[in-house]
Antibody
Framework: EVQLLESGGGLVQPGGSLRLSCAASEFTFNKYAMNWVRQAPGKGLEWVSIISASGGSTYYADSVKGRFTISRDNSRNTLYLQMNSLRAEDTALFYC????????????????????WGQGTLVTVSS | QSALTQPASVSGSPGQSIAISCTGTSSDVGGYNYVSWYQQHPGKAPKLMIYDVSNRPSGVSNRFSGSKSGNTASLTISGLQAEDEADYYCSSYTSSGSLVFGGGTKLTVL
């Protein structure tokens, strides 16, 4: 069974930075594009970012573009999200999510559906 | 990118069928067959129920089905069961290359 375990969340002041990690196991990590999706407390889901299987291609939601950076280390089966210039509205539970099918190493799938999710890591931005 | 429009809540009795709508535009739902549906129980991670409008992943009950007409997609749950009570979210690819979710629908099984 696919395992995704997020970590790195916590309390940070506005303007601060945080790096999230997602450790993946039980599937061939370097074959799948990976994503971050967030959920503000009591609110709906918001897609944040995607990275291709090789890590060479990335894409971001407008709300985080220029502030967040997605990356991956395929040798460690780990996905990352570097978050800078954090704002109160970034407060959310951050999930990593596996794209449901394999695609080319540099390809960013148009068809983004997620067959496996982690349990999330909570990021709170507050002074 | 605005969120897709879903009803805030729907309800039904055990054994009944319900449908949840998800309305977008020709730049997302109407333009592509890339609509997915997720179920989320309180305190849990979302679970994929439908992808590519009407495809069901292995392990998902055939009581769940998806369809699309124009700019509106729908999730239908037949033979409602108590364990179906959850929040449901639709999502769609958008012409800008992004992914947009609906605001979510709370399903209550009476």
């Amino acid at each position: 069974e696919v395992q995704l375990l997020e970590s790195g969340g916590g309390l940070v002041q506005p303007g601060g930075s945080l790096r999230l990690s997602c450790a993946a196991s039980e599937f061939t990590f370097n074959k799948y594009a990976m994503n971050w999706v967030r959920q503000a407390p009591g609110k709906g889901l918001e897609w944040v970012s995607i990275i291709s299987a090789s890590g060479g291609s990335t894409y971001y939601a407008d709300s985080v573009k220029g502030r967040f950076t997605i990356s991956r280390d395929n040798s460690r089966n780990t996905l990352y999200l570097q978050m800078n210039s954090l704002r109160a509205e970034d407060t959310a539970l951050f999930y990593c999510a596996k794209t449901g099918y394999t695609s080319g190493p540099e390809h960013l799938p148009l068809d983004k559906w997620f067959d496996s999710w982690g349990q999330g890591t909570l990021v709170t931005v507050s002074s | 990118q605005s969120a897709l429009t879903q009803p805030a809540s729907v309800s039904g009795s055990p054994g009944q069928s319900i449908a949840i709508s998800c309305t977008g535009t020709s730049s997302d739902v109407g333009g592509y067959n890339y609509v997915s549906w997720y179920q989320q129980h309180p305190g849990k991670a979302p679970k994929l129920m439908i992808y590519d409008v009407s495809n069901r992943p292995s392990g998902v009950s055939n009581r769940f089905s998806g369809s699309k007409s124009g700019n509106t997609a729908s999730l239908t749950i037949s033979g409602l069961q108590a364990e179906d009570e959850a929040d449901y979210y639709c999502s769609s690819y958008t012409s800008s290359g992004s992914l947009v979710f609906g605001g979510g629908t709370k399903l209550t099984v009476l």
